[in-house]
């Protein structure tokens, strides 16, 4: 295994294992009725940074 598939793997794990911990948090505050603005703020964050590392990675994986 190459160098740059190894990175577009863990590029594409992180960004699954991001997406998945924004759209946790916006369903867990979304149903204990906290209405904070600083959880929402994270989760857009975190799936902001998961869409990211997704494209980077197929990006990285298409030159391969």
């Known amino acids: 295994m ?4 190894r990175r577009a ?3 594409r794990v992180l ?12 369903l867990l505050t979304m149903s204990s009725g906290s ?4 959880p929402q703020l994270l ?3 975190l799936i902001l940074t ?8 197929a990006i990285v ?4």
């Open 2 to 5: 190459d160098p740059r598939s």
């Open 9 to 11: 793997d863990t590029a």
């Open 15 to 26: 960004g699954t294992v991001s997406l998945v911990a924004g759209f946790l948090t916006t």
């Open 35 to 38: 209405g904070g603005l600083q």
């Open 43 to 45: 989760a857009t964050f």
């Open 50 to 57: 998961g869409i990211g590392l997704r494209i980077e990675a």
């Open 61 to 64: 994986d298409r030159r391969s």
